[in-house]
């Protein structure tokens, strides 16, 4: 059976990127991009979704056969600072319905980390693999948390 990828968050930095990786890699057809609004530009299947809506993201699931997740949706930190509980909020409730769907479909979930997990606190040279996580916006300490 082939891979069929959902990309949450296809609309942002990493996302658009990946997405286009993904479908070079696994054919247009299989790689199905979500977010909260439409894309810039037409590059393949999309589909609207609130990760928050755990009910939209299993139906997405099931009637697109998907076999793995890239969770990439969050609120980052420069907005997230202004709104720091809705954005703990969103990345946690989003991650949680990413996580219970896929358990529940059996499904295989990637939540790439992001370097604000480590603060500013960790060294910028040399950096050992096991390191302090010592994130300093609402966003990395969720990231953190998530992982």
Not at 71 to 82: D, F, N, T, V
Not at 98 to 122: C, D, H, M, N, Y
């Amino acid at each position: 059976m082939k891979d069929k990828i959902l990309i949450t968050g296809a609309n942002g930095q990493i996302g658009t990127v990946l997405t286009e990786a993904l479908r070079d890699r696994y054919g247009e057809t299989n790689v199905l991009a979500t977010d909260i609004r439409e894309p810039e530009k037409d590059s393949g299947p999309f589909a609207l979704l609130d990760v928050q809506d755990r009910e939209r993201l299993a139906a997405l699931i099931r009637q697109h056969k998907i076999t793995q997740v890239y969770h990439l949706a969050a609120i980052l930190s420069a907005k997230g600072e202004k709104q720091p509980k809705t954005a703990w909020d969103i990345n946690m409730n989003t991650l949680f319905n990413v996580l219970g769907v896929a358990k529940q479909e059996k499904l295989r979930v990637f939540f790439p980390s992001s370097i604000a997990v480590f603060g500013t606190k960790t060294p910028r040279e040399a950096t050992p693999q096991y390191t302090v996580l010592f994130p300093e916006t609402v966003y990395g300490i969720s990231k953190a948390a998530g992982e």
